[in-house]
């Protein structure tokens, strides 16, 4: 078992997979339904394990019957088919996280924490929110902030958003193990606060909101 972490909340349920297996160990756990389509649309071996592993998870937090009821809506969003629990999906080349939450509005984030990020800090951080970054931390923190707009852009999942323009971390946060970060998501039509909660697990920054 490569269970790292799971976190029960009143409202939510997250749990992270360290992906040490091999594809037919997760074949043996998921119902045949879930796999034969889809693997035959997934080229890449690798990818096909980041697939399975995360269905495992929702199977391991949501159980079998929900797994079956699993798919995406127009949007690319995984919902339940009868839309009463919310979920959210993530997966990096080493890991798996996913969410259920009591609100259908819900986002999670897994990256690993690499200095290729450097590389496109400027398309999704403004200059304000690149001022935040502290030269000591600069990897993970850029990881960080990268990650909590991507479960944002999660969370939101009803089109594009611009990361720069849309989604504005409100304050310089001191970089902790765990903690939250606070966002102002504008649309067109309201302004929303929303919260971020983070935990590094080793080489992988994990974010969620719910």
Known sequence: MSLIKEIHNVNS???VWQ???SHHFFLNELPSEIT???LSA????KKQLEYLCSRYLVQHVAGKENLLLLKKDKSGKPVFAEKTTGVSISHSAT????LLSNNFNCGIDTETITSRVKRIASRF???????????DTEIEQLTLFWSAKETIFKWYASGNLSF????????KTELQEKGTLLYLLILPEKRLSIQVTYERLGSQILTYSA
């Not at 720069?164 to 304050?171: D, E, G, M, R, T």
């Open 95 to 98: 890991h798996a996280a996913v």
């Open 36 to 38: 034969q389509q889809q």
């Open 164 to 171: 720069i323009n849309q989604i504005q971390l409100q304050k």
């Open 125 to 135: 951080l403004s200059e304000e929110e690149l001022s935040f970054v502290d030269y």
């Open 42 to 45: 997934i080229s890449n071996e």
């Open 19 to 21: 992906i040490e297996e």
């Open 13 to 15: 349920h997250v749990a």
